[in-house]
């Protein structure tokens, strides 16, 4: 009978120990805490940035580990971390007329663009993003395409009808990856807007990521593939949407709305609705008084 050898196993000299786990998982604490909401993505581009972490797929699912880990252990909250691609549909429903008369006193609104004689929307590339950018177009009343890559011909058509209904100027803000793919999604949707709302006055400007800003703020970068045959025409790495941090795309957001703003009309505006609002509440006290 032959003698079983016995074979150590092979150290992983890779291995962080406790402390040195311990030591990411602080610093990413930091970043969220510091600019919520943040896609995975994010948040690993910034540690990357950081020089916390290795730029490799590898590092991205451990981080996703350890990003699980503190939030089931209550290191960080969960609000802390942004994720587009998972929603819920449910129709709104109310115990009662009194409930839903005050649900719409406090989320009542009046449209903003109706007396701005312009129109804006911004489309972004990635999903997952959605969540980082929402509360800042949500505050201005602005409508956040997301097209997920390339848009369908039934999304393009759909936002070219909702163009040709608002019937003012129209500007259109993209938001892609610098990549092959990235400038191509951009390219669609100014050449399919174009094509199937032909007499809207309509100008489409791609704002992310430029090279000007890979530059400026240092983003990482990653091979471009050359799988893409878009790959041809396209020159140096690329650079994903993600990784701009957080804030500074929402800065971008911001200022691309904005400077469509016209303040004098956005002040009536608001007056108008906080006095609207306020037969609301006169409405409301009547009902409860009734009830």
């Known amino acids: 009978m032959a003698k079983a050898i016995y074979r150590p196993s092979p150290i992983n000299r890779n291995r962080r120990t406790d402390e040195q786990i ?5 610093q990413a604490a930091v970043i969220l805490a510091a600019d919520p909401p943040m896609t995975l993505r994010g948040l690993f581009y910034q540690l990357v940035s950081a020089g916390a972490i290795p730029k490799t797929e590898r590092e ?18 969960y609000h802390l971390v942004a994720d587009g691609t998972r929603w819920m549909r449910k129709p709104i429903t109310y115990a009662g007329l009194v409930a839903a008369m005050d649900d ?4 009542y609104r009046r449209a ?11 489309w972004i590339e990635k999903e997952a993003l959605a969540g980082v950018v929402t509360r800042v177009t949500e505050s201005w009343d602005v409508p956040l395409m997301v097209s997920r890559g390339f848009a369908s011909e039934t999304y393009l058509w759909e936002a070219a009808e909702q163009l040709r209904a608002v019937r003012v100027p129209s500007f259109v803000y ?7 793919s990235g400038m191509g999604i951009a390219e669609q949707v100014r050449s399919g807007l174009a094509r199937l709302a ?25 091979p471009t593939k050359t799988t893409d045959r878009r790959s041809k025409t396209f020159e140096g790495e690329s650079v ?15 200022a691309a709305i904005e400077q469509h703003i016209d303040r004098q009309a956005l002040r009536q505006t608001l007056a108008v609705e906080e006095q609207e609002r ?6 409301l006290y009547y009902l409860r008084d009734v009830a």
């Not at 993209?174 to 092959?180: E, G, K, L, R």
């Not at 994903?240 to 911001?254: C, F, G, K, T, W």
């Not at 306020?278 to 409405?283: K, M």
């Open 60 to 77: 991205y699912k451990k981080l996703g580990t350890y990003l699980l880990q503190m939030r089931r252990e209550g290191d960080i909250p």
């Open 278 to 283: 306020s037969t609301l509440s006169h409405v």
């Open 104 to 107: 719409t006193r406090e989320t």
């Open 174 to 180: 993209v938001f892609s990856d610098y990549d092959p």
């Open 198 to 222: 032909p007499d809207v006055d309509l100008t489409v400007e791609r704002l992310a990521v430029t090279p000007e800003q890979i530059a400026a703020w240092q983003l990482p970068t990653r």
């Open 112 to 122: 903003i663009w109706r007396e701005q004689g312009v129109y804006v929307e911004i």
């Open 22 to 26: 311990r030591a990411i998982k602080d």
């Open 240 to 254: 994903e949407l993600d990784a701009i941090p957080a804030s500074q795309l929402r800065a971008l957001v911001q």
